[in-house]
């Protein structure tokens, strides 16, 4: 039925046969108008509707926000707990692979790792702000092109991440295969009532693995607020509608390689196919996957060993 709004248990297009992406670039301040003007008599049950991702990112930030975090799973990765004195200096971010999101009730295809992870993330979505051009933001211009918010799953291969990380550059291959996005964009005006007052959003957010409730957290233990994390992006650089930033995994348990730094052993077990993963965050919603099986990929060959010849 294309795309647009989620109204109560139904779904209904955007006026005009308009695209998210359109949408986004038109910003925030066009939503109610362009709801206003839904064509009630097109609506549908959300029930009788396939979800798709949210959205076709722009490009993908993500930030690594809670110290929690970054705590436990170092030493699940890295082999020693630390939170380096450098991540308090200022957010520190990778760009992912735009190109294979997937939504939820998708069956998550994975590559050859006995490591597999999940991380349970809140984005952020950026539009469009009329007379900026999303460029070197300070927090308060950069709050108000946060368009809305989505639920974020940075699927992870830990022993492909733990070998590129050795050489200083990644991750990689060890997260690029997947990244679940939705259900829904949820606005940011209808988050505000969950705003502290030290501008974080205090929502509560869990991971459940086959059922059971595996962690939860409260979002407002980020070390930075998202206007924050937006400005930083935007820092001597550009922010563009449809740019997705996430959090960077909650703590206390939003991953499992969390736990087994903490641990010091895979408890919980490693993810395998069947298993189903479930992603919730207070006032946005939930998704859903199961993990599909192990894709082979073509053999890749080592580094050769060159003589360092300066001429033929």
Same mark, same amino acid.
């Given at each position: 039925?294309?795309?647009?709004? *989620? ?5 209904? =297009? ?14 925030? &301040? *066009? ?24 959205l076709? =990112?722009? &490009?993908i930030r993500?930030f690594? %926000? ?7 799973? &170092? ?17 520190? #971010?990778?760009f992912?692979n ?12 994975? =590559?050859?790792?006995?490591? !597999? ?10 539009g ?19 368009f ?17 990380? +050795?050489? $200083?550059?990644?991750?990689? +291959?060890? +997260? ?10 949820v606005?940011?005006d ?9 501008? #974080?959003?205090?929502? $509560?957010?869990?991971? #459940?693995?086959n ?6 957290? !409260?979002? &407002?233990?980020?070390?930075? =607020? ?33 736990l087994?730094?903490r ?13 189903? *993963? ?17 894709? %082979?990929?073509?053999?890749? %060959? ?6 360092? %010849?300066?001429? $033929?």
């Open positions: 039925m294309g795309e647009g709004f *989620v109204d109560g248990d139904a779904v209904v =297009p955007f006026p005009d046969g308009l695209r998210v992406a359109e949408v986004l670039a038109q910003g925030l &301040s *066009v939503v109610s108008a362009l709801f206003e003007r839904r064509d009630r008599a097109a609506a549908r049950s959300l029930s009788e509707v396939h979800l798709l991702a949210p076709v =990112p722009a &490009s993500d690594v %926000a809670f110290e929690e975090h970054v705590e436990g799973v &170092s030493a699940s990765v890295d082999g020693r707990s630390e939170v380096v004195p450098e991540w308090y200096e200022a957010p520190t #971010f990778y992912t735009p190109h294979t999101v997937r939504a939820t009730g998708d069956v998550i295809a994975i =590559p050859e790792t006995q490591r !597999l992870d999940v991380e349970l993330e809140l984005a952020v979505v950026i469009a702000v009329p007379g900026s051009d999303g460029e070197n933001l300070d927090a308060t211009t950069a709050a108000s092109h946060i809305g918010y989505t639920v974020m799953n940075d699927w992870s291969a830990r022993d492909l991440q733990s070998r590129e990380m +050795k050489v $200083r550059l990644g991750p990689a +291959k060890g +997260k690029d295969f997947a990244m679940t996005l939705g259900p829904w964009i606005t940011a209808e988050m505000e009532p969950f705003v502290d007052e030290d501008g #974080f959003l205090a929502v $509560r957010a869990e991971l #459940f693995v059922g059971e409730l595996i962690g939860h957290d !409260l979002v &407002s233990n980020m070390g930075w =607020p998202f206007a924050e994390l937006v400005a930083y992006a935007a820092r001597n650089s550009v922010v563009v509608p449809g740019d997705v930033l996430g959090s960077g995994t909650v703590g206390n348990g939003g991953c499992l390689g969390e087994w730094g641990r010091g052993g895979l408890d919980p077990r490693p993810l395998e196919p069947g298993d189903e *993963v479930r992603l919730a965050i207070e006032g946005v919603g939930e998704v859903v996957n199961v993990v599909g099986e192990r894709v %082979a990929a073509p053999p890749v %060959a080592r580094a050769r060993e060159r003589s360092r %010849a300066r001429s $033929r």
